[in-house]
């Protein structure tokens, strides 16, 4: 069962990044067109809504990269904290959704609880 925790860090990571790097790409698509609109207002609601969309991406990817980095240390505050993003991905068909049956399968397992009581650290800490 140590595997499937740390394929579930991994995928809760490389989704919370993908998340970011969409905020990010939709920030610049929608700066980007109102500076070439060459009209101050469409450029500030453009960015406005850029802004707000890519920080709205920032703050819904934060838990799942958090709750990842804390899986691969294997701490119980991260598998409760993904258990709750995993029910949340569940409404984000159809990635999000495979995600959220997969992480919530392997976090419930007894094996897998017992392994977090046990605290061991799949990275040594320096």
């Known amino acids: 069962m140590e ?4 394929a579930v860090a991994s995928l ?3 989704l919370s990044i ?7 790409f939709i920030f610049f698509i929608l700066s980007g067109t109102g500076f070439l609109t060459h009209d101050s207002e469409a450029r500030f609601i453009l960015t406005t809504i850029g802004t707000g969309i890519a920080i709205f ?6 838990p799942g990269l958090i709750g990842g980095i804390g899986l691969f240390k294997r701490q119980e505050w991260a598998r409760i904290l ?6 949340l ?7 999000g959704t495979a995600l959220g049956i997969y992480s919530i399968w392997v976090l419930v397992q007894d094996e897998t609880i017992d392994l977090f009581r046990t605290k061991a ?3 040594p800490d320096f």
């Open 3 to 6: 595997k499937h925790v740390t």
């Open 121 to 123: 650290p799949v990275f």
């Open 12 to 14: 809760q990571i490389g």
């Open 57 to 62: 991406f920032f703050i819904i990817a934060l």
């Open 89 to 95: 991905h569940l409404l984000n068909f159809p990635v």
């Open 18 to 24: 993908l998340s970011i790097l969409m905020g990010t």
């Open 82 to 87: 993904v258990l709750i993003t995993s029910a």
